[in-house]
């Protein structure tokens, strides 16, 4: 009963949110498992804190049931109509991320359900409101809860396989940068780890072994320029095989 607030305010300090946004998040469960009131929350905490647990209180009651027999659109466009300031659904994505992390606790058919509806409900929103951290963190724990097998297999695989490429990013970074320079070229380049998911959906879609996936790392160079965009992809061209 305070582990869980306490994390879910800790995830939204990380993504840099508001005083009263952390104050929501401490208290969000509170309305719907205690006798303590809305009205009450706005007497001691100010109306914005009420507001915004009001809204991730409504957000909760929300019963999704057979997730996939519905338009999860429909269902996505209702929760961010309800939600009337946009931190209540933050709130709520911080909230579902930490019940996603604990999951175990849960029993199977519960994880599975819950998996379900947050990866056609909750993880979209995620990325429609630019929290791509949150997002690709939602997806791998949804494959981890609805293929538990199938995840274990290939986390082990993926471990594996980049052990033996440890510096890999940093590698491909330096060569890039110091091959655009060459050309007069300057970037910002980001390099990541695929996540399982994303390695997974990429397997199922286009029927490979673990053995015939390429694209485990992911890179973006980032230009002033669109031009600059064409330039450098000439560089890479020559630097690697396309």
């Not at 986390?155 to 890999?168: G, H, N, P, V, W």
Request: some cysteine.
């Amino acid at each position: 009963y305070i582990c869980h607030p306490i994390s879910v305010a800790q995830l939204l300090v990380e993504l840099g949110m508001d005083s009263e946004s952390v104050a929501a998040a401490l208290m969000h469960d509170v309305a719907e498992d205690t006798p303590v009131t809305i009205d009450e929350i706005r007497q001691k905490f100010g109306s914005e804190v009420a507001l915004l647990v009001d809204g991730v209180t409504k957000l909760t009651q929300i019963k999704f049931s057979n997730v996939e027999d519905r338009k999860a659109e429909n269902l996505r466009k209702m929760l961010l109509a309800m939600s009337q300031d946009v931190r209540v659904m933050i709130i709520k994505l911080c909230d579902r991320l930490h019940n996603m992390r604990t999951g175990d606790a849960w029993p199977e058919q519960k994880r599975r359900d819950k998996a379900l509806e947050t990866m056609e409900v909750y993880a979209p929103i995620a990325h429609r409101l630019g929290l791509n951290v949150t997002f690709r963190e939602l997806q791998d724990l949804c494959f981890k809860h609805m293929h538990p097998w199938r995840y274990t297999v290939l986390s082990k695989a993926t471990s594996k396989a980049r052990a033996r490429r440890k510096d890999l990013i940093k590698k491909v970074q330096e060569e890039v940068k110091h091959a655009l320079k060459d050309q007069g070229l300057q970037a910002t380049v980001f390099g990541r780890e695929k996540t399982l998911f994303s390695i997974y959906s990429k397997m199922v879609e286009k029927h490979l072994t673990f053995a015939q996936v390429t694209d485990m790392y992911g890179f973006r160079l980032i230009f002033n320029t669109l031009m600059e965009c064409y330039s450098a992809l000439g560089v890479l061209h020559q630097l690697y095989k396309p």
